[in-house]
């Protein structure tokens, strides 16, 4: 707050704010920043999941997540190829559906999945990533003049890390809130009166009791192993909660796309 109003107030400011009445620079970042912040979040939260919750090791877990880069490769190609062809806004939307899709794809994860069932996702987040950040880039500079074009840079990265900052410090509150939420859920059903938990418990129990341990013990290992595996379910739940959001939080910004201006090659002076 003391920044922007600094910035505004001094006669020979460091940033200069105003570049904001820019219609095209000022819903460009705003795509681009919700974009990078959603995609760190994404690239963060991937790794916790499959090595906390699937027992991967750090080489597997970047074996998983690694073909994201041949996604973004393809977009690449995908944004090359159709430049010229096709309206730079209509790439735009184009990557966020194709990088909403990917997050609900890894929104249907669970404990039995297999790599390929991570790879297919990374894969898609590549593509839909890459089809937002070339198209949107230009559209942001586009009526950018070169007198200009040094300061709207800079408080375009700026604002850009801000937001890569706060994708990745949301993956820890939105896993740990939302599986505090699933536990509080799930633990309503481990009652006595629940024939499915009595039965489950007492077939543990029964379990334990034949490996040698006495009748506490074994009770108090059979609770102790549902304890863990609600823990891990409601767990999972968030994780995948968290990806619904993500997606939620790219489709939002659908609007913002045909608020921009169309494509000028030649720039405002």
Known sequence: VALVWWELK???PLLDLKIFKNWNFTFGTIVLTMLFGVAYGTIAMLPQFLQNLL???SFLSGLAAGPMGFG???GVMFCAVTSKKMDLRHQVLFGIIIFSIGCLMFSNLNLNIALPNVVIPNIVLGVGMTSII???TTLLFSTVSKQEMTNASSIQNLIKNVGCAVGTSSVGFLVSSYSQIYQSYLVDKLTPLNEV???KVAAMQAQFMNMGMDYGTALGAAQGKIYGQLV???TLCAFTNAYKIYALAIIILIPFVFILRKFNAKPEK
């Open 55 to 57: 027992g991967y090791d």
């Open 232 to 234: 891990q379910q409601s």
């Open 134 to 136: 070339i198209p949107g």
């Open 72 to 74: 973004t490769m393809s």
């Open 197 to 199: 938990f009595y039965g």
């Open 10 to 12: 001094t006669d020979k």
